[in-house]
Each structure stands twice: as C-alpha cells, then as structure tokens.
C-alpha cells in the first residue's frame, strides 16, 4: 500500500482457500488496479487485515462470479447463472416492464414472494387473446358510499359522501369518483385516479381482482372503508358468468346535514333578483330542420280576372318564424321574386302602428334614485314587467286545414299541407281530419292525340317518333332487357330450336332449320343446314331481325305485334314472312332455360302441367293404374316414352303441347348418359391442335403441377378450363367442356395426366374412325348443337303417386 492509501496489483492481501478444479480451469490474467468502490471498499477490507469474502458477506453483497467461484456457499456450487432478473417480458403476448422479478439468477432471495398482478382465466378456461382484447372497453360499475368525520364543526359528526368505483378488467385497475354537487364546498370528482390498487394489509403484495368485488360488501382503499350498495346491470351479469353469487342490494344512506339544509334553507330562499331566462337554444336543438309545409291561397281583390294567387306557406319549427313563396303560372304576366313573405315571426295584428324606439324590449329598467352626487344612475330590472308591450305571434297551434290567417292585412286560406305536417299535428295535437280544400277548377281533359297510319316508309317505331315531335328522335332501345340478357360468360341467352318447314312440297319437306331467338332483343334469326346432293344451298335463312306476327294489318295507327320468347316452344306452329315452320326439338340449355324461368313460360312449368293432368285423371285413377300395370309386365317400373307419350295425347285428348309432354318426360324420365364416342372427340380435338400447330404439352404439365399443391394428379374443373384458356387452346369452348367432362370423377375432379396424354398428338395419335366402332350417323348432329340426352324410359310410380297420391 502507498502512502495515498492504495493498493497496487502486486500487493493484494488474499485470504482464500484452495481454488476447486473448476475455478483452477479458468485462466487468470493480469489486472488493473481496482478503483471502483466495490474495489477501495475490499482494500480497506484488506488493509484491516479481514479476509475480503467476509468484507462483502457482512453486508449483504456478493463477489463477482468471474473468477473467484470457489469461494461461494455449498448450496450454489456447480451454479451458472448469477445474473439479476430480466425486468423486460411478455404478458398475454404484451411486452411489459416487470418491477417485482426474483432477484439472483431466477431464484428469489430470502423473505421475497411471487405478487398476483392480474385476474386472469386460467388455461383451460379462458381465451386465447390478451386480457387488454377480450376486456377491451369492459368497465364494471358499482355504486358505493364512505362515511367522513368532521370533527370542526358542530352541526355535522359525519358525512355521508356517494360514489362510483370503476373497475376495468383489462389491467385491474380501479378508479373512483365521486358526483359533483354545486356548492357544497368540497374537492369532488376524481377521488382516486386509475391505477392498481393493493389490499389492505396483512395481504399488501397483491392487488384487487374482480373477484374480490360483490354488492353489500366493503372493500378498503388506502386506508378508507368504502360501502357497495349496488352495480349496474352489465356488471351483475359479468360477476355472474365468472361465478360469483351475488348478494342482495343495500340501501342507500342520506347525508343528514344535506337533508336537513334542503329541508330548511333551500325550499325557502327565494334569489333577490330574478331574471328572466330567454333560452332558445333546447328549441333550436329539439326542431333544427323541422319544418311545417301549407298549400294556400290569396283571394286578390286588385286582380279578380286571374283567379286565386296559390301560395306555399312554411312555419319553422326552430324558432317558430314563417317565409311564403308564390307559385306563379306559365305567362302570368307577374315578376318573379324570390319571396311574398321574407322569414320572420308573423304579428297576428299587423299592421300596427310603429312602436318608439326602446318600446319593444326584452327586459324593463327601473330608475331607482335618479342621479345622486356623482352623476351615476341606480338602475333594477322590473319584474313584473310593468308597461311591457306583448306582442302576439302565430305559432304551430294556429295553423290548420280551413285557417284563415292575417298576413300584414291580406287574408290567405290555408288549403292543404304535406305529410310531415300531417304527421306532426297527428301526434302533437291528436288532429286526424285533413281533407284538403279544393280552391281552382280542374284543368280541362287534354284532347286525344291521334296517330297517323302508318305510310310503309321506314320502320314502325321511326315513323311514330316522327309524328310525336318536330325534332325527329331515334326510337328508344330497352337497354334494361339489353344488359339483363345479353351474353355473359357460358350464359348465351339464346333459344335455339330445331324446325321444318310445313308445305305440301316433297322438296321442301325434308329441309332443316335452327331458329335462333336472342333474349336480349327479341330478334329472331333463321339457319339451314345444307346436305350433301339435295340441290338446296344451305346458311343463312333469314337475317337477325324481330318479326311481326302474321294475320296484322300493314297500314294502321297500332304498333304491331312481335314474337316473343313465350311464342316459341317444341310443338308450335311460327310464320316467318310466309313460311310456316313446326318446331320440333330444342337443345338442353333452351330447356334448362325455360324450366328455371318457369314463370315466364307456362309450357315448361312442371306444376301447372301435373295440376292440369292431375284435372283430366281425378276419376280415372284404377284404370290409369292397371293400364300401366299391364304395359309393364316385367314390374321393371320403367316404361319407353313413346309408349308414355302415347298416353298422355290419349288422355288429355290433344290439350297437351308436344313441350308440355317433354317436359313431364325429363322430369319423370331416365337419362342415356352415353355421349358421343370418346375417340370420336379425341380424333377431332387432336387434328384441331395439329393444324394449329400447337405443341405446348411440356409448359401446359408443369402449370399443372403448379396448380397441383397435393401432388395428387388431380384437379377443379374450373381450374382446369382456366389454364386452358390462359393457353389459347384452339379448340371450341363445347368441345373443351365435353372432354373435360369425360374425364371427372364423382367429386368433379379432372386428371389432367391422362387428359394431357390424350390430348397429346405427337405421342399419343387417336385414329378418326376405327374399324370396330361406326362413326355416329349424320342426322344426329344435323344441328350442330349440344342436344338433350335422350330420355330412354320413364318411371312411372313417382308420376301415379304424384297425381293420385301413394297407393295403400
């Protein structure tokens, strides 16, 4: 040691016992001289000639675990972490500061507990969100009072001071506040802020949970017993799905010296000066808005050759003030000015001569003493108003139906008013007649416009448009039937039939058309199909137009009549400028399409044809029975539709169109599911890709496989038909679908592996037509349209159950 009293690195005075293996392990290297407190206090240790451990253990500290471990108690030998406590942590997924940590290491020291800081479900109960979620804006409120000595003051021992306790259980923390009363002369409001609040000794290192709540209890806060007397319902309802049972409310106690100060001082005093309050605000926040609407009339005797002068009268409901307005005719002759009546309040004796000026106040001033010394005037309100000018105003109770009211002398007859008047007289003065007072003649009848015929010039609608003004319009489209039914997506919106024509012609007789009618616009369009050797060439029948019905008279006022979509059906008869064509079959999204819009086209409506056949068979319901009893034999419960068609024309004796038949045929009948050859449209769909030179197979396989997460070789339909058109496949969108089709399984899943490997015309080459399979005749696609699959038989139990109910 110097003569400064330090104490250099050579020099250190040791008393320690033999180092243990694992503290001779750690390599010792050289230090600087220690001059931190921790290191002057351990020199004066040594300088008292005390061994340093001892030093520190006499005051509580430990020695620094680096390099000297042998020399730690036995109970913490083989021990690592001598660390103080994180003070940083998560709570309910909440990064918090934690105060209350245990203190070395984890462990916790000698006399220190774990504190409960939050009421928390436990975990097989609760919830897995944070309690400042679950919670979020919950408050619990309970009503409560504390008594308050008041030792100064003889006319009172105790107060009786109520309040309300808050408790939030996000954080459990507590808040009380206690209502503000005017002039009572204490600190009111906030009495304890919002914070955690601990118990009361001997359990302080806990804080107040919401289980320690309940009514009729007392609960003590720093020191001061507060009384629950009751909570609102929200709180009773959340203490009760935790669990408590709930005590029974107590009464609440009255401050004595309150009572009895009302009871004696404040019903008798009286203020000395009174003023009058002119409050208009609460009627301006009540009716802002609210107005009250007149039709009326004003009688000018200045102009009695144009009649009455019609008026429209409005009372605000804000401020009780009337404007009026006039309504002036077409070529009146009068000046049009923004009002009649400027708003404002309305005297019920005007005119009246002006009043002095100072006359119309809203307070009267008295001159108590004059003018004394000092030239200063002593002035009071007068309360009782004395020579006070009242003036009266109109107000809501003086306007009704049949009134006649003075408006600065003219009289004006209120006629009628509208529907919120109505409503606000029907609840504010219980007034329900309203009739209205006619006051001008009716308008003579408007003579009859008389079309001309139409002359053949241009279309019906144009030629119309011409006579309706100077300025020719082009006709009106109904562009609402446009959007709602034009095309969209897979949904066409066209009903395509299958037609002949009807002529006694044997050249004529064989010919084919598909009649196309388009939803949006009621057009019609007419194809034929040519065949091979017939001498007829086949396309285009009849341009796209609308087509009127036939048996109309060319020249006539009327507009004409057009097809409709509910005019054509399997069976009916249509004349297209002269030719007679029989519809003889649809394709199945014609039919699908008049079945789902059944309310549109009573051919395809199930119910009224089984209502209607149900009306021809009522009395013939054992006949019916044993009639297909006998047709069936074999007790298959299945019979062949011609042989069902066939009764249905003998029953109902031709009141059945050949649609209606068909219709009960799909809804009873079994489908052919057999579709056309698979190799058929293999063969087709590769010479298509061929001649389009598509050979994208090997970048088609790895979206696939892409789109395939499962790796199950398995596919939507839809997902499928969409990779296919973001690859411009060149095939047509029916015939894509077809195939696609073919390959689903029951959960309409699509293996694209086998579908790609057919598709494949480089490595997999489908024959057009092979020898063991005959190509499909061609009358069976004449039409080129996805027809219905066929019906092959009908069952007929569900039909007799449906109209002469289950046979016993």
Request: net charge neutral.
């Amino acid at each position: 040691m110097d003569r400064f009293g330090r104490i250099g690195s050579g020099c250190a005075v040791r008393d320690e016992p033999p180092r243990t293996p694992l503290a001779s392990a750690r390599p010792v290297t050289s230090r600087r001289h220690d001059v931190t407190p921790r290191g002057l206090r351990a020199a004066a240790a040594a300088v008292e000639g005390r061994p340093w451990r001892s030093f520190f253990t006499e005051r509580g500290m430990r020695p620094r675990s680096g390099l000297h471990r042998e020399a730690q108690s036995p109970s913490l030998i083989g021990e690592e972490k001598f660390h103080r406590s994180q003070i940083c942590n998560y709570s309910n997924n909440v990064p918090m500061v934690f105060d209350d940590k245990p203190g070395i290491g984890g462990e916790l020291l000698p006399g220190q507990t774990l504190k409960i800081t939050n009421s928390v479900f436990p975990e097989a109960i609760g919830s897995s969100p944070p309690s400042w979620i679950a919670f979020d804006k919950q408050v619990l409120c309970f009503d409560a009072y504390f008594e308050e000595e008041v030792p100064e003051k003889n006319q009172e021992l105790y107060r009786i001071r109520h309040c309300k306790i808050y408790f939030y259980p996000e954080d459990d923390t507590m808040q009380v506040t206690e209502p503000v009363v005017k002039n009572s002369g204490l600190n009111q409001g906030t009495l304890v802020r919002r914070h955690q609040i601990p118990l009361p000794p001997p359990h302080e290192d806990r804080f107040y949970t919401m289980y320690d709540f309940n009514i009729n209890t007392e609960i003590t806060l720093y020191g001061r017993k507060y009384k629950i007397i009751d909570c609102d319902e929200y709180t009773k309802n959340f203490l009760m799905k935790i669990g408590i049972r709930l005590n029974p409310p107590a009464s609440r106690p009255d401050d004595p010296y309150t009572t009895e100060r009302q009871q004696r001082h404040l019903a008798s005093t009286n203020p000395f000066h009174p003023y009058e309050r002119f409050d208009t605000l609460k009627q301006f926040l009540e009716f802002d808005g609210q107005v009250l609407g007149f039709s009326c009339v004003w009688n000018d005797p200045e102009s009695q050759l144009t009649g009455p002068r019609e008026l429209v009268l409005r009372y605000y409901l804000s401020d009780d003030t009337i404007d009026i307005r006039e309504i002036l005719p077409r070529n009146s002759g009068r000046d049009v000015v923004p009002f009649f009546l400027k708003r404002d309040k309305l005297p019920k004796n005007a005119p009246v001569p002006p009043y002095h000026p100072g006359t119309i106040t809203n307070y009267t001033l008295l001159n108590v003493l004059g003018k004394p010394e000092r030239n200063k005037g002593y002035y009071i309100r007068d309360v009782l108003q004395t020579g006070a000018v009242h003036r009266e105003f109109y107000k809501d109770s003086d306007l009704k139906i049949g009134a006649v009211i003075n408006v600065w002398g003219r009289q004006i007859l209120l006629c009628d008013c509208d529907e919120f008047t109505k409503e606000h007289y029907r609840k504010k003065y219980g007034i329900v007649d309203f009739t209205p007072i006619q006051y001008k003649t009716p308008p003579p009848p408007k003579p009859e416009k008389i079309v001309p015929p139409y002359n053949g010039f241009g279309t019906e609608e144009d030629s119309l448009n011409s006579c309706r003004s100077v300025v020719v319009k082009t006709p009106h489209k109904d562009y609402r039937q446009f959007l709602m039914k034009d095309r969209y997506g897979m949904d066409s919106n066209i009903l395509r039939y299958a037609a002949k024509l009807v002529t006694d012609s044997p050249i004529d007789k064989g010919r084919k058309f598909i009649i196309s009618f388009f939803l949006s616009d009621d057009t019609i369009a007419v194809f034929e199909y040519a065949e091979r050797n017939s001498g007829i060439a086949g396309g285009k029948f009849l341009e796209r137009s609308r087509i009127k019905k036939p048996g109309q008279e060319l020249f006539k006022s009327e507009p004409s009549e057009y097809y409709k979509a509910q005019d054509l059906f399997v069976g009916a008869r249509v004349c297209f400028h002269g030719h007679n064509f029989l519809l003889v079959d649809a394709d199945e999204y014609t039919f699908n399409y008049m079945e789902k819009n059944a309310n549109e086209f009573p051919m395809a409506d199930f119910c009224v044809i089984l209502n209607k056949l149900k009306s021809m068979t009522e009395s013939r319901a054992k006949e019916i029975r044993k009639t297909f009893a006998t047709t069936d034999p074999e007790h298959t419960n299945v019979i062949g539709y011609d042989t069902f068609r066939n009764w249905v024309v003998s029953v109902a004796a031709g009141g059945f169109s050949e649609h209606e038949i068909m219709t009960l045929g799909r809804h009873y009948g079994m489908r052919d599911e057999s579709q056309t050859d698979l190799y058929l449209l293999l063969s087709v769909a590769q010479e298509k890709l061929k001649k389009n030179a598509f050979e994208n197979f090997e970048q088609l396989i790895a979206v696939f496989l892409y789109n395939d997460r499962e790796k199950c070789g398995l596919l939507p339909y839809e997902t499928c038909r969409t990779i296919f058109k973001s690859f411009k496949l060149p095939l047509p969108d029916d015939l894509l679908e077809t195939l696609l089709t073919r390959f689903e399984d029951n959960q309409k899943q699509v293996d694209y592996r086998k579908f790609l490997h057919a598709l494949n015309w480089r490595e997999n080459q489908v024959h057009a037509f092979e020898k063991t399979k005959k190509p499909p005749k061609r009358e069976d696609i004449w039409n080129q349209l996805p027809r219905s699959p066929p019906v092959t038989g009908i069952r007929y139990p569900p039909l007799l159950d449906d109209l002469f109910g289950k046979e016993e």
